[in-house]
């Protein structure tokens, strides 16, 4: 039987963060906000974070553009506690993931990359 796309993205989600260690939580939301698949941590609100990764998106790629530095690549916060790393994952979505604060975030971004493509390819 074929997967939903939905299912089919949780698993992608499933993959990266076995895959990459550092990631300890992600998940694909749509550009308004609108979380399409998660595998974040019971007590993380979803809504919450569907509308602060559009925003986030939205803000960094106004600012990459008004600020002449080319596409957007992607956007990440730095907190006491970790990483949030947000890309692009076609038109339509945004790859978000949580990092830990030791985390090496050239093979975060490396394998976020590879997953916000297929990410893209699936929707």
Same mark, same amino acid.
């Given at each position: 039987?074929?997967?939903?796309?939905?299912?089919?993205?949780?698993?992608?989600?499933?993959?990266?963060?076995?895959?990459?260690?550092?990631?300890?939580?992600?998940?694909?939301?749509?550009? @308004? %906000?609108? &979380?399409? +698949?998660?595998?974040?941590? !019971?007590? /993380?609100?979803? @809504? !919450? /974070?569907? *509308? &602060? $990764? +559009? +925003?986030?998106? $939205?803000? %960094?790629?106004?600012?990459?553009?008004?600020?002449? !530095?080319?596409? #957007?690549?992607?956007?990440?916060? =730095?907190?006491?506690? %970790?990483? /949030?790393?947000?890309?692009?994952?076609?038109?339509? *979505?945004?790859?978000?993931?949580? *990092?830990? =604060?030791?985390? =090496?975030?050239?093979?975060?971004? #490396?394998?976020? =990359?590879?997953? *916000?493509?297929?990410? %893209? !390819?699936?929707?």
């Amino acid at each position: 039987m074929a997967m939903s796309k939905t299912e089919e993205l949780t698993a992608l989600l499933k993959d990266l963060e076995a895959t990459t260690p550092d990631i300890e939580a992600s998940a694909v939301v749509s550009v @308004d %906000g609108l &979380m399409i +698949a998660s595998a974040l941590p !019971r007590d /993380v609100e979803e @809504d !919450r /974070v569907a *509308a &602060m $990764s +559009a +925003a986030m998106l $939205s803000l %960094g790629e106004r600012t990459a553009a008004e600020l002449a !530095r080319g596409g #957007l690549s992607e956007v990440y916060v =730095k907190g006491e506690n %970790g990483y /949030v790393v947000l890309m692009a994952s076609g038109e339509n *979505a945004v790859l978000t993931a949580l *990092a830990r =604060k030791d985390a =090496k975030l050239g093979l975060v971004f #490396l394998d976020m =990359k590879r997953t *916000a493509e297929e990410v %893209g !390819r699936i929707i």
